[in-house]
């Protein structure tokens, strides 16, 4: 069970960014995806999600109407569609799920952290 995330990047204020996750070992169709940030010294922030099925997305405020998460169910991928990037988006980005183990217990699993740097 594993999820792998794309590198981040530098970006400058008001540019974008696309951060990716592969997913590989469970039935990744049947589960919400997660993007989820942290920032040192701060708890994590939650910053979208998206239904098994990619039907249904939903975003904190401080994400709403900049950043778009997609997933491709026939590669096992989730991505994050980042725009209009401030400087206080930069954090570390992770993406996760909260899965059933084949033991029937309940787990959350992190991708690793990708480091987003906005800056001028």
């Known amino acids: 069970v594993q999820l792998q995330a794309s590198e981040g990047g530098f970006v400058q204020p008001g540019g974008s960014l696309t951060l990716s996750c592969a997913a590989s070992?469970?039935?990744?169709?049947?589960?919400?995806m997660y993007w989820v940030r942290r920032v040192p010294g701060k708890e994590v922030e939650w910053v979208a999600a998206?239904?098994?099925?990619?039907?249904?997305?939903r975003y904190s405020d401080f994400v709403k109407g900049r950043f778009a998460i997609s997933r491709d169910n026939s590669e096992k991928s989730v991505h994050l569609q980042m725009n209009r990037l401030k400087p206080e988006d930069a954090a570390a980005y992770y993406c996760?799920?909260?899965?059933?183990?084949?033991?029937?217990?309940?787990?959350?699993?992190w991708g690793r952290g990708t480091q987003v740097t906005v800056s001028s």
């Open positions: 998206i239904n098994g099925a990619g039907e249904t997305t």
């Open positions: 996760n799920a909260y899965i059933q183990t084949p033991t029937l217990l309940w787990t959350t699993i």
């Open positions: 070992g469970f039935t990744y169709s049947t589960y919400w």
